[in-house]
């Protein structure tokens, strides 16, 4: 399973897998959780549907709701929310066929940060900037298997790209 | 979601049972592997977020250590690919308890159940405080395993 034989194929087989979940997911929400433009394609059908939608604009707000933009497509939600034109926001509702509208259940907006907290957000690359180091630190990359003209049997010959190079316990 | 912090000072905590670095960096590694992958394509090949959705789902995460355990040298694949996935799952599992927007918890086996684990036990919160505390803990825990609970061990 985890051996060089066949590891071309080892390589496809698990990025179709990986893959192939990911369309599967992406083709069963379209017939269990459609988007707002589905829903209002298709209001009849999608009546009462929860919808999850990510970044949306608002594009205008009074005092019954508030207008949405995502994707191209435009939405009135109701109740109003604290959310004034131009905010960015995630958001879920139910979808009603009567009069095509969003009944909101709840709202964040996003991309809210201001000041130093907007260094927050260089956090999780500072994380993964360390963890890939550190990963470096421990093993050399090796594209053996591009580079086409080397003696066989030559140093690490194979297909191998990550050599683990600092014994167990290495700092 | 909850900042990568959060999630890699769980995995940093579990870390400091294993003797070997180079296991240990894997395992890191894991924790950074369902960001990496959500954001590249959400952001990078701009999918829809359905699409994404295994790449937060324990079963999901699977393939995707397979292949990532493949790319190392044959001797190191079965333990990069239990770093691996021991490292998403942790990434997940600390996402399960935030309170994510939306339903919140984690589809555990999705698109085969829509079936989710964990919910709002932690708030989602972006704040220097959390994040400081999380680098505590972090910290915390790095001294304490130079103090002598693990000898042998190292980063």
Redesign the interface.
Known sequence: M???RG?GW??GA??A??LG??????R???ST?P?LLGCKAQPARWDGTML?I?SARVVESDTAGFEIESDGVSARVVPAAAVAPGDSI?L?GTFRAQGQFVHLT?V?KIGG?KG??RL?SL??VM??GG??L??L???TFRPQALQVGRSPGGPGE?P?????G?P???? | MP???FQ?AAAFAVGQGL????LR??L??G??LP??LHQG?LLLAG?????????HSP??MV??C??G??????????R??GALLAGSWIHLLVEGIHDS???GGVLWA??VTLARFGGRILRDD???RA?LGAAALIAGLSVASRLGKHP????
């Open positions: 985890f051996g060089d590891l080892k390589l698990a990025l897998v990986a979940l990911a369309f599967l997911s992406a069963r929400a379209g959780a988007d999850r990510h995630d879920t709840e964040r940060l130093p907290a927050l956090v999780p994380v993964l963890v890939l550190n990963l630190r421990h093993f194979g191998r790209t990550l050599d683990a600092a167990p316990g290495a700092a | 900042n990568l912090l890699f003797r070997d670095g180079r960096s894997v890191y590694a924790v950074c960001e990496i394509f999918t829809s977020a359905w699409f994404c959705l295994p790449l079963l999901g393939p995707w397979y292949l355990a493949l790319l190392f040298e044959a001797g190191w694949r079965p990069a690919f927007w939306g339903e999705f698109p972006p704040s220097w994040t042998r061990g190292s980063r």
